[in-house]
């Protein structure tokens, strides 16, 4: 039976060597490897991914990608597709604020011909938020959008030949700062 993949991001690499009780690692096994900054758990081990890049080259259907608490200044493009009832989620760790911040084109979250992903619970703020072409079955849920320098249709969030798409419980603003810790 296969075990749903968790992906740790944390913000900086563990001192820890290996998945276990003392490890800054959530998986649903006890032991494994650890490789860079992210466990992967596949069918009996977990595995680590070193970026959000990574982490989205090695989530495949039904897997889930907890990133840790941090600012990224990298892209979220996820690389493959889920299923249907297996969606890949990626989401912050409980409890942890995550940010995605930079200055990329055409935005810091990129969707680009995948379907059945969930992207939950992450703040994107100054930079182009969101780009999806021939993306199908996504679903946005409870995202923090903040800040951003494009205007009009060229940028913030963007659905290009894209169907079947859920954006719900989401923030978008351009002008407001939201404190999340007070």
Same mark, same amino acid.
């Given at each position: 039976?296969?075990?749903?993949?968790?992906?740790?991001?944390?913000?900086?690499?563990?001192?820890?060597?290996?998945c276990d009780a003392a490890a800054p690692c959530e998986v649903p096994t006890t032991s494994?490897?650890?490789?860079?900054?992210?466990?992967?758990?596949?069918?009996?081990?977990?595995?680590?991914?070193?970026?959000?890049?990574? %982490?989205?080259? &090695?989530? !495949?259907?039904?897997?889930?990608?907890? /990133?840790?608490?941090? @600012?990224?200044?990298?892209?979220?493009?996820?690389?493959?597709?889920?299923?249907?009832?297996?969606?890949?989620?990626?989401?912050?760790?409980?409890?942890?604020?995550?940010?995605?911040?930079?200055?990329?084109?055409?935005?810091?979250?990129?969707?680009?011909?995948?379907?059945?992903?969930?992207?939950?619970?992450?703040?994107?703020?100054?930079?182009?938020?969101?780009? %999806?072409?021939? &993306?199908? !079955?996504?679903?946005?849920?409870?995202? /923090?959008?903040?800040? @951003?320098?494009?205007?009009?249709?060229?940028?913030?969030?963007?659905?290009?030949?894209?169907?079947?798409?859920?954006?719900?419980?989401n923030i978008f603003s351009r002008l407001v700062y939201i404190d999340l810790e007070g």
């Amino acid at each position: 039976v296969r075990l749903d993949c968790v992906v740790t991001v944390p913000s900086t690499k563990p001192a820890a060597t290996s998945c276990d009780a003392a490890a800054p690692c959530e998986v649903p096994t006890t032991s494994g490897t650890m490789i860079g900054n992210a466990c992967v758990v596949t069918d009996t081990e977990p595995d680590l991914a070193d970026s959000l890049d990574g %982490a989205a080259t &090695a989530a !495949q259907a039904g897997d889930t990608v907890l /990133i840790r608490q941090g @600012t990224y200044s990298e892209q979220l493009q996820p690389n493959n597709s889920g299923a249907p009832g297996s969606p890949i989620t990626y989401r912050s760790y409980p409890g942890e604020v995550v940010t995605l911040t930079g200055s990329f084109s055409p935005a810091v979250i990129v969707l680009e011909q995948v379907a059945y992903i969930t992207i939950e619970g992450l703040r994107v703020e100054d930079s182009r938020w969101l780009e %999806a072409v021939n &993306a199908q !079955q996504i679903v946005f849920r409870n995202n /923090i959008f903040l800040r @951003t320098p494009a205007s009009g249709t060229t940028g913030n969030v963007r659905f290009v030949s894209s169907d079947y798409n859920v954006i719900a419980g989401n923030i978008f603003s351009r002008l407001v700062y939201i404190d999340l810790e007070g």
